[in-house]
């Protein structure tokens, strides 16, 4: 079930005649419905920790055995990538940036040429990370491991801004940790950046990262139940406070829309004029990795298409849930998206007491 907050709010304004309805549904004014059809709707990706994914499984992990694993996968990875890759397979165009470098670099950049994914990088030196993903199949655990970033100055960064500044996008995403070199405030400097072109951020990460880039203020978080506390700045939250804290954060000006993600029981939505909880179905869990950019790039997509928040949120949740169903590094896979969605709107339709500002 869900709890509904009402809440008597003027309507709140963004940039370039967007604006919000009392519901908490984005509409555009006529002169941004008539720019709406004049010009492509655009998003742009940030990932400054990429990542050359390898997924495998073996029948059991013991130590100090030689270990037989099945086919070494490879997969373009790196919290912004993996949201392009999404928002791809969902039929959307967008733009992935990020820095890259040594022959992992070079993999990773064709990786992303055979799905379809632009993309405009940024050349360092030393080589793109890996990241490794192995399956215990007797156990089915997974165990995930991550290896140090590539380290970037600042000013390499900043060249990435730079080719997202020419792509004017009207959405840019930045998902992922921060790599070695950059400053924990970069994604703050992210933030205004996006503010002073127009660009409607959106950000997944954690830590100080998260909480630096929360105080320059943001478009859209997407975090779980420990960041939210870390936001929040309380220790822990319970679920019946949840909704209280996401209010919070958006009364001080952090951000405008927050999608609590509460893992296999869905996800909280919650904007200035309420909140709605967003169930999630029951799948087999195949792996958790890139469930979270599935999610975000859901709800990125929808928005672009001109979709309500709710359906925003109902599309993130639908994403995040299809991309557990699959092994490794894979994501998910359209079919199964739109199978789900269909389940969670029936399922949201029975249980909705009320709508956004009633």
């Not at 907050?5 to 509409?27: F, K, M, N, R």
């Not at 000006?253 to 029951?282: D, N, R």
Request: proline letters at 4%; glycine letters at 8%.
């Amino acid at each position: 079930m869900f709890l509904c907050v009402q809440e008597s709010v003027a309507h709140l304004t963004h940039h370039v005649d967007y604006q919000y309805s009392i519901l908490g549904v984005p509409h555009f004014s006529e002169h941004a419905q008539q720019n709406k059809y004049s010009m492509a709707t655009k998003i742009a990706t940030l990932t400054l920790n990429p990542a050359l994914d390898k997924s495998t499984e073996v029948d059991r992990l013991v130590a100090e055995q030689k270990l037989r694993c099945g086919p070494l996968r490879f997969d373009a990875g790196g919290g912004g990538i993996n949201v392009s890759k999404a928002v791809q397979r969902l039929g959307g165009q967008n733009v992935a940036v990020f820095p890259t470098g040594g022959h992992n670099g070079k993999l990773l950049c064709e990786l992303l040429e055979k799905e379809g994914v632009k993309t405009k990088s940024v050349s360092v030196l030393g080589e793109t990370r890996e990241n490794l993903s192995v399956m215990e199949k007797s156990s089915q655990a997974q165990y995930r491991f991550t290896l140090p970033g590539l380290q970037i100055t600042e000013s390499q960064a900043d060249e990435c801004l730079d080719i997202i500044k020419k792509l004017n996008p009207d959405y840019l995403v930045a998902s992922g940790s921060l790599p070695p070199g950059l400053p924990e405030t970069y994604y703050e400097k992210v933030a205004a950046f996006a503010k002073n072109i127009g660009a409607r951020f959106v950000l997944d990460t954690s830590g100080e990262p998260l909480k630096a880039a929360a105080d320059e203020g943001l478009f859209l978080l997407k975090p779980n139940l420990a960041e939210l506390s870390v936001l929040a700045e309380v220790e822990k939250l319970e679920m019946d406070a949840v909704d209280d804290a996401a209010l919070k954060i958006i009364r001080e000006g952090k951000c405008e829309v927050v999608v609590v993600s509460l893992g296999p029981q869905g996800a909280l939505l919650v904007t200035k004029t309420g909140f709605e909880h967003i169930p999630a179905p029951m799948v087999k869990k195949q792996s958790t990795v890139g469930a979270g950019d599935s999610m975000v790039a859901g709800m990125v997509w929808a928005l672009n298409e001109g979709k309500n928040f709710r359906e925003m949120a109902q599309i993130g949740v639908a994403c995040g849930t299809a991309a557990t169903m699959n092994h490794g590094t894979e994501l998910f896979h359209a079919k199964d998206v739109w199978r789900l969605l269909k389940w969670i709107q029936k399922y949201s339709d029975r249980y909705r007491m009320s709508d956004f500002g009633s």
